[in-house]
Nanobody
Framework: QPQLVESGGGSVQAGGSLRLSCAAS????????MAWFRQAPGKEREGVAS???????RYRNSVKGRFTISKDTAQNTLYLQMNSVEDADTAIYYC????????????????WGRGTQVTVSS
């Protein structure tokens, strides 16, 4: 059974940086599409970034140039480097995986982690 465990969340001041990690197990990591989603208080979950089987990355407009998604297939770990964070980035961040080619626009990923809280303070 695929498992995803996020870590690296916490409190950060606006303008600062944070790196989220997602440790994957129970599936062939390099054969899955991976993505980061987030859900802010009172809002629907939204896609943030995704990376496909060959490493092509995609980002929502509001994080382009600030966030970087990457993966380490040797360590079975997905990352989200968050720079120049803003108040609007405060949310629970979820890692997701799917054996079918999907990107962050598609919420129908099959496997999800439990999330890690990111809080940005001004």
């Amino acid at each position: 059974q695929p498992q995803l465990v996020e870590s690296g969340g916490g409190s950060v001041q606006a303008g600062g940086s944070l790196r989220l990690s997602c440790a994957a197990s129970g599936f062939t990591f390099n054969r899955y599409s991976m993505a980061w989603f987030r859900q802010a208080p009172g809002k629907e979950r939204e896609g943030v970034a995704s990376i496909d089987l060959i490493g092509v990355t995609r980002y929502r407009n509001s994080v382009k140039g600030r966030f970087t998604i990457s993966k380490d297939t040797a360590q079975n770990t997905l990352y989200l480097q968050m720079n120049s964070v803003e108040d609007a980035d405060t949310a629970i961040y979820y890692c997701a995986a799917d054996p079918i080619a999907r990107d962050f626009h598609d919420p129908a990923f099959s496997y999800w982690g439990r999330g890690t809280q990111v809080t940005v303070s001004s």
